[in-house]
């Protein structure tokens, strides 16, 4: 009896391209960030109610204009008005540190609200998003009730 000899191929594992491999972890990796990124902007949304934003936004604001800064009320809102970010601002004063300063004499001359240098009865205004991810700045629906701003000038 003769033996055949059969020669058993094992088959060979298939190998995947690599621009396949890299264009699957790139878009792997895309795809995460974007995750991270939405749920960064939805954490944020979600914990900066207008209670806890509108201090924090009368004491940065306070910092860089040098001015007191008085707000009634700040509101974010987003998911009323996807993909737009509104701002929403209720009664706005800013009061200058500029003319603490000056000489009583001076001080008497001017009027009593001198150092006030605007009053705002609403502020409310959006960015678009997503154009503003493609670099393009996008606002709409600005509206400013009752601005008052006052400039005294000193010699």
Request: glycine share 4%; proline share 5%.
């Amino acid at each position: 009896m003769e033996h055949e000899q059969i020669n058993s191929v094992t088959p060979q594992p298939i190998k995947k391209s690599r621009w396949k491999k890299t264009l699957r972890i790139t878009l792997w990796t895309l795809f995460t960030l974007s995750l991270i990124a939405v749920g960064s902007f939805v954490s944020i949304l979600t914990i900066l109610t207008p209670e806890r934003l509108t201090p924090l936004a009368e004491k940065i604001s306070s910092q860089y204009l040098l001015a007191d800064v008085e707000l009634k009320g700040v509101k974010l809102t987003f998911w009323e008005t996807f993909p737009r970010l509104t701002l929403e601002v209720d009664s706005t004063t800013i009061v200058s540190h500029g003319l603490k300063e000056i000489d009583d004499e001076t001080r008497r001359k001017l009027p009593s609200n001198a150092d006030t240098l605007l009053t705002l009865g609403y502020f409310h205004g959006g960015i678009n998003l997503s154009r503003l991810a493609l670099g393009e700045l996008s606002l709409y629906d600005i509206e400013i009730n009752r601005p008052m701003v006052n400039l005294v000038s000193i010699d």
